[in-house]
C-alpha cells in the first residue's frame, strides 16, 4: 500500500483512507505505534498490518447511511463545500425536528397518550438532498484524498 504510505507526509490526520478499483477501502492508522520509523517511500504496508482497516464498498456505503440517518455526520463540514449548502441541510434538519416533534404531540393527543408513544421500529428513511450532499461531499473529499496521496 505504498500510495496510502505516501499521504503520510502530505496530510497530518490520523487516519488516510483510498479506495481501490475493485472497491475495497484501505485505511491507515498513520499514528499507530508500530509505524514508528517507517519509511512511506521504501516501506509497503501490507493489508494485514495491524495499522490497516479494510472496508467494502458496500460496508462503507452502509457505514454512511447509518451514520447519516443517527445524525453522527450532523455538522460536519467538508473542505470545498460552500457555506450555502451546509446552512440549507442544516436548516431542513432543524424544520424536520420541528415537525417530527409536531407529529408525536400530535399523536400522543389523539391516542389519548399521557407520555410520548413507543418508539416506532426504525426504518432507514430515503436520504435527504441535504444528507444526498453530505454524502456526495465525503466522497469526494475521500477520492481527493486518494488521489492525492497517490500524486504525493
Known amino acids: 500500500m505504498p500510495e496510502i504510505g505516501t499521504g503520510l507526509r502530505q496530510h497530518s490526520a490520523q487516519y488516510v483512507a483510498d479506495l481501490d478499483p475493485n472497491g475495497t477501502w484501505r485505511i ?15 516501506d509497503d504496508v501490507p493489508d ?40 440549507e441541510a442544516e436548516e431542513e434538519i432543524r424544520l424536520l425536528k420541528v415537525e417530527v416533534e409536531s407529529l408525536l404531540e400530535a399523536s400522543k393527543n389523539a391516542n389519548g397518550f399521557d407520555t410520548a408513544p413507543p418508539t416506532p421500529v426504525k426504518v432507514d428513511p430515503p436520504l435527504s438532498e441535504g444528507a444526498q450532499l453530505k454524502k456526495q461531499a465525503m466522497d469526494n473529499i475521500i477520492k481527493i484524498i486518494g488521489i492525492d496521496s497517490l500524486e504525493g
Open 28 to 42: 491507515l492508522n498513520a499514528w499507530h505505534s508500530s509505524l514508528q520509523g517507517f519509511d512511506p517511500d521504501e
Open 48 to 87: 494485514d498490518h495491524e495499522a490497516v482497516t479494510l472496508i467494502t464498498e458496500g460496508a462503507f456505503e452502509a457505514l454512511v447511511k447509518h451514520a447519516t440517518a443517527e445524525g453522527v455526520l450532523d455538522g460536519i463540514k467538508f473542505e470545498g463545500v460552500p457555506e450555502k449548502v451546509y446552512s
